[in-house]
């Protein structure tokens, strides 16, 4: 046996990286069960370095070469025979004969050669080595990543310091002689000064049918982004038929980029998407485009549209833009199309932009808004602009002042006769003292508000001054003890009083205000209503308590609530104007609002709210969620919500959603929601899939409701007969030549209710 020591330059091996690049291991993250298709197991490969315990003590830089024969040929050559092992660094190349030419430089080797560096491994008829090149080329081979399953063959397999290129080469991630899928390319070549490969010829494979050729196309070899086509999607749907997105990408610099697609629609026609992107030192944003000339479904002539703008700019650590707004051209345009900006259940869209001041005491902002309400409304009025500040300032231990300022001009929509002036000062002072064991804080405040009012409405004065003191008490326990069963309980009980003086505010219009969201938190607010076009009186005692478990590592694993407000006073401001002089508008004082969130175990959880009534025996607002998740591939949630006098109807209504991984192939999501005030199905979806480790197909279908907001939208629209959207979408996923990380969770949470989790505490 013989053992060489001589010393030559490395010749680079890209082809990893193509592997890589074609298998899409290159950027992969970590997945869950239902996301991320199997990945095949990698056929072991017997290592050679196992045969040569001596080489594998070769120095860095050298080669070593070992063999049963040897014979020296002239000065410079030398004939190997005989189970010859050639290594170098890490790479180990294995043969039955091979020959070293040292005054040219050459190495060949024949009667079958295996290669491999640790991770990419090689096997092949004949290699030919040229040392002063730094080339190599391999014929006949058969390659293989050491860890995954992604193989091939390549007829002639060539390597230089900055080069690949395989000739009449095929490459599959599917196990077996006959691979599902596999790719095939007359030649490919990539080179390491390139971002990205090139291939000629190329066709795709399914169970050795051809079913795609590309007589040319690149490929990313690198994070490095290219102008060219991305993956096309296919959909179809009862209301737009078939869909097909070819999609095509602007790589127009580092920091911007672009994406046009022509979406065809066989019910509707051909609609064109854009989106743009930038990103400096700076600002961020992106600017996006939907149009459709002509809507074939539809009598109208007249085109259909979205835009989209969102832009963000910090000047300095204290001044700050913000744009964001959605345009469509018509009230049903979400209904009919859908929107990554929008859901198809929203009743509105909002646009603001806004400028923002931040000093250590004060902060000032300039800020315009508008609100686009989707259906037969009343149009409400656009911000155009607010200016505010805000003022804080604390030199003593517990005292704070505050002074906010306010100056607002509105104008209607529709009806730009319509407009309104607001100015408002609102002076408080707060002191507040802390404990351990308790809290308590008293706040008196004085609201000044002056209007200059243009409207319509006869009932609304022109000039409006409205001067009201408000005066709050509140006061909270924090109390915790150890339980026997090694959990830690806390117990909040607290306490408020607050008033605010009446004041008949008719005379004034709605420009930005809404009643607010009522929970529990929100029984200790200072106001009733957002905005400050109705302030309401108040003459009240709220109380309530909180009591939450955590474990021993600080997990909340329950918190629950339950609190009530008494009215010493009835209220009477109500937000809308009404016919008589008085209106009321009268909480109950025997209404009750508790919350409660509860893991119960680490799969079960349970998330409910509710606003009950004891003297009318009634629930005025519900929702309740009960989930069991084991993972995101297994996970059932059964939910129930109720609400009454939402313009003037009833809701009610029951939902199920669920996904479940039957086993490692096969996998299914379904949901569905009942509406019980009118007894039908609003929403319904199921999908199933099939995945092995090289190919996946989904099947999924739905069925919604759809919403025609154009016509008004009142109580006779919402009984009479409802039309349906019914589709169906079906989709094959390569594995190894794209990824779907979206999964079949992410089509409960696409769908017109939207899967949430139940459970989010302060873990």
């Given at each position: ?409 509105f104008q209607n929509q529709d ?88 004041e008949n505010q008719q005379n ?57 407000i008494y009215n010493i006073e ?194």
């Amino acid at each position: 046996m013989t053992h060489l020591l001589l010393r030559l330059t490395t010749v680079t091996s890209l082809l990893a990286v193509l592997l890589l690049t074609l298998s899409g291991l290159a950027s992969a993250a970590p997945q869950n069960s239902v996301s991320q298709p199997m990945v095949c197991q990698a056929v072991p490969v017997e290592s050679i370095a196992d045969k040569s315990v001596r080489l594998q003590a070769t120095k860095a830089g050298e080669i070593g070469v070992e063999s049963k024969s040897t014979r020296i040929l002239s000065n410079d050559k030398a004939y190997f025979e005989g189970n010859v092992i050639i290594q170098r660094n890490g790479q180990w190349l294995s043969t039955q004969a091979a020959t070293l030419d040292q005054q040219k430089g050459q190495i060949e080797a024949s009667n079958g050669i295996n290669f491999s560096d640790g991770y990419l491994n090689v096997s092949g008829e004949s290699l030919f080595l040229d040392l002063n090149s730094n080339e190599a080329r391999l014929y006949s081979s058969d390659y293989r990543l050491e860890n995954v399953n992604a193989r091939g063959h390549a007829e002639l397999l060539f390597l230089s310091q900055q080069q690949v290129l395989l000739q009449d080469s095929s490459f599959t991630t599917c196990p077996g002689d006959t691979p599902a899928w596999q790719l095939r390319a007359e030649r490919i070549e990539i080179d390491e000064n390139s971002d990205f490969g090139e291939a000629w010829h190329a066709r795709f494979e399914l169970f050795d049918v051809p079913i795609l050729y590309l007589p040319y196309f690149n490929f990313p070899i690198s994070d490095a982004r290219k102008t060219g086509f991305l993956y096309p999607t296919f959909d179809s749907s009862s209301n737009n038929g078939f869909e097909v997105e070819v999609p095509y990408y602007f790589n127009i610099a580092p920091n911007m980029d672009a994406t046009v697609a022509p979406v065809y629609m066989s019910e509707r026609g051909t609609m064109l998407t854009g989106e743009y992107r930038y990103l400096f030192d700076e600002s961020a944003g992106q600017l996006n485009l939907e149009y459709l000339n002509s809507d074939k479904a539809i009598a109208t002539e007249d085109s259909r549209y979205l835009w989209h703008v969102q832009h963000k700019t910090q000047f300095n650590d204290k001044l700050s833009l913000y744009l964001d707004g959605t345009q469509i051209s018509d009230d049903n345009y979400l209904n009919d199309f859908g929107s990554d900006f929008a859901g198809r259940a929203d009743t509105h869209l909002y646009r603001v932009a806004q400028l923002d001041y931040i000093n250590e005491n004060w902060t000032a902002q300039v800020r315009t808004e508008d609100y686009e309400i989707l259906g037969d409304y009343l149009s409400p009025f656009r911000t155009l602009p607010q200016i505010s500040l805000n003022y804080q300032q604390n030199k003593f231990t517990g005292f704070s002042t505050n002074l906010y300022t306010e100056l607002t001009y509105f104008q209607n929509q529709d009806r730009a006769s319509n407009y309104a002036t607001r100015a408002h000062i609102e002076p408080s002072f707060k002191y507040r003292y802390e404990k351990p064991a308790f809290d308590a804080e008293a706040e008196l405040s004085y609201l000044f508000t002056r209007y200059q009012q243009q409207s319509d409405d006869i009932r609304l004065d022109e000039d409006v001054t409205r001067t009201l003191p408000r005066a709050r008490l509140q006061a909270q326990l924090h109390l915790e003890r150890s339980t026997s069963d090694g959990y830690r309980q806390t117990l909040s009980p607290q306490i408020q009083y607050l008033y605010v003086p009446y004041e008949n505010q008719q005379n004034i219009g709605i420009y930005d205000t809404a009643l607010l969201q009522d929970d529990y938190y929100g029984l200790f607010r200072s106001r009733r209503f957002s905005g400050l076009d109705r302030i309401a009186e108040a003459n009240q005692i709220t109380y309530g308590l909180t009591t939450s478990l955590f474990t021993d590592n600080e997990r909340e694993v329950l918190r629950a609530s339950l609190g009530q407000i008494y009215n010493i006073e009835d209220s009477r401001t109500a937000l809308l104007i009404e016919e008589t002089e008085e209106p009321t508008f009268t909480s109950s004082n025997s209404e009750w609002v508790a919350d409660i969130n509860w893991a119960m175990t680490d799969e079960w959880s349970l998330k409910s709210s509710i606003q009950y009534d004891t003297e009318l025996n009634s629930t005025r607002k519900s929702q309740t969620a009960l989930e069991y998740r084991k993972n995101s591939g297994n996970l059932v949630q059964v939910s129930h919500r109720k609400a009454t006098n939402i313009l003037n109807n009833d809701i009610e209504q029951v939902g199920t959603q669920a996904v479940f991984a039957a086993s490692k192939q096969w996998q299914v999501a379904a949901n569905v929601f009942y509406d019980l005030t009118h007894d039908r199905v609003n929403d319904a979806m199921v999908g199933i899939q099939y995945s092995n480790c090289c190919w996946a197909v989904r099947v999924s279908a739905y069925r919604r409701i759809n919403r025609d907001l154009e016509p008004a939208f009142n109580n006779a629209t919402i009984n009479a007969d409802t039309e349906f959207d019914n589709g169906i979408s079906i989709q094959f996923i390569i594995s190894g030549l794209a990824s779907d990380n979206r999964g079949l969770i992410d089509m409960l949470e696409k769908s017109t209710y939207g899967y949430r989790r139940p459970f989010y505490l302060s873990n």
